[in-house]
């Protein structure tokens, strides 16, 4: 009675084990794609496509009591900020953000406004074309031509070809704001500006701000774009829109909103003076908000 009991109890052990197997590959992960192309990693439990931006409430214009604007330099030379440089060519469904960039600019996806010290206008106006941004630098598109009829179609850039290792920093617009209605304060990334460092032979390292991309048109695309935030940890995986908007960055203040309109380097002399000034802006907006909650 014992044996056959114990049989029929490991029988019924195997069959369960041998069905949650089955559904496993059913259901769970596979390492196949639909074309039977081997992934190189596990899928995340969401597809990249289907992954949207960190939703945020926006506020209405007589809600806003106070407001700051305030200009950052991104340094992808920090360590912190290496998710966003790296890797320097399109790997493992990862890409930097300025290839993300200029691929979004290149296929005509997002809009981009022109550049100008001091103001920014985000116009029709102010619209910039591709070619015209790129054609200054000596980048001129590809193009294909037909063996049998001749005619030419304009392709893409080559990965080789994207100047990612030369931007080397960025520009952030952001806007510090409280809302009275929800009695909430924070920060809203406005807009980013790639800075494109070349060697000139007769100047030396010269510096190019390119163009503005509102940050809100660039959030869909960053929430499909994954990052490695860890080297010790390769599954801890998350978008750019996460780095961005929990503020996964690293950067320096170099302009606020003010009545003269000018940056930090137009008044201050020394790197001394440059750092009392930033640390003066840091704690206004500290103060404003320790004040708003104290008793």
């Not at 074309?35 to 439990?45: F, R, V």
């Not at 290496?82 to 300025?98: A, I």
């Not at 950067?251 to 020394?270: F, G, H, M, P, V």
Request: proline content about 4%; hydrophobic content about 35%.
């Amino acid at each position: 009675m014992k044996k056959t009991f114990y049989q029929l109890f490991f029988a019924g052990l195997f069959l369960m084990l041998g069905n949650m197997a089955v559904a496993q590959e059913e259901g769970g992960v596979s390492f196949f794609g639909e074309n039977g192309e081997l992934a190189t990693n596990i899928p995340t439990s969401v597809s990249l496509e289907e992954r949207k931006p960190i939703e945020y409430n926006n506020p209405r214009a007589d809600d806003i009591i106070w407001q700051k604007v305030v200009y950052r330099i991104v340094d992808l030379r920090e360590k912190m900020n290496f998710p966003l440089y790296f890797p320097e060519e399109t790997s493992d469904n990862r890409q930097s953000l300025f290839t993300t960039i200029f691929r979004l600019f290149e296929r005509d996806q997002i809009k981009c406004y022109s550049y100008k010290d001091n103001v920014e206008f985000f116009t029709e106006n102010e619209l910039v074309k591709f070619d015209d941004i790129f054609s200054k630098y000596g980048m001129v598109r590809p193009v294909k031509r037909d063996s049998v009829s001749g005619d030419t179609t304009i392709v893409e850039f080559d990965e080789s070809d994207i100047p990612n290792r030369e931007i080397l920093k960025y520009y952030v617009k952001e806007v510090w704001y409280f809302d009275k209605h929800n009695s909430h304060f924070n920060v809203r990334i406005m807009a980013i500006c790639p800075i494109w460092y070349r060697q000139d032979y007769d100047l030396g390292l010269q510096k190019y701000p390119l163009f503005w991309v509102p940050f809100d048109l660039l959030r869909p695309y960053l929430a499909q774009n994954e990052i490695l935030v860890s080297d010790r940890n390769n599954g801890a995986r998350e978008t750019m829109d996460d780095l961005f908007i929990k503020r996964r960055f690293g950067s320096y203040i170099y302009k606020e909103s003010s009545t003269r309109n000018r940056n930090l380097l137009q008044y201050n002399s020394t790197a001394e003076q440059m750092n009392r000034e930033q640390e003066r802006i840091k704690n206004e907006i500290f103060n404003f908000e320790q004040d708003l909650w104290e008793y």
